[in-house]
């Protein structure tokens, strides 16, 4: 009787063994196919932070007071913030604006990382 217990235990564990050799071979070729890719949204992280800043920087202007020193004071502060932002996502970004009086400001932003330089030069009106 003890001899039958012992050849269940060694066919249980030699079956389990194989099963999972089994799995483990089948997971080798099925596992590229069953990765989902996300490269492509974080390839797009650059793109997403330049259009951000783009759409920012033109609310800036249009929420500012209509006087100069305003105007200056808040896009002074902005450009620190978003130089500073995007030195620490590890891109490179040049953002420069001119005011031309009485209500027009004109920016040109270069945005360089390791993958893709972006550039826009763009005007807006303040209301």
């Avoid at 235990?9 to 996300?38: C, E, H, M, R, W």
């Avoid at 650059?46 to 006087?67: C, G, H, L, M, Y």
Wanted: hydrophobic content about 40%; overall charge negative.
């Amino acid at each position: 009787m003890l001899n039958l217990s012992s050849e269940k235990a060694q066919f249980f564990i030699l079956t389990t063994v194989v099963i999972v050799g089994v799995f483990y071979t089948l997971s080798k070729y099925i596992n590229p196919y069953a990765f989902i890719d996300t490269s492509k949204a974080a390839f797009g992280s650059e793109t997403f932070f330049f259009d951000n800043v783009k759409e920012k920087a033109i609310k800036t202007v249009e929420i500012s007071p209509q006087d100069e020193g305003n105007l200056t004071a808040n896009l002074h502060e902005y450009k620190q913030f978003v130089e500073k932002m995007a030195s620490e996502k590890g891109y490179s970004l040049n953002f420069d604006y001119e005011i031309n009086y009485p209500n027009d400001v004109t920016f040109h932003m270069i945005l360089t990382s390791e993958r893709m330089t972006l550039r826009a030069d763009f005007s807006i009106i303040q209301p």
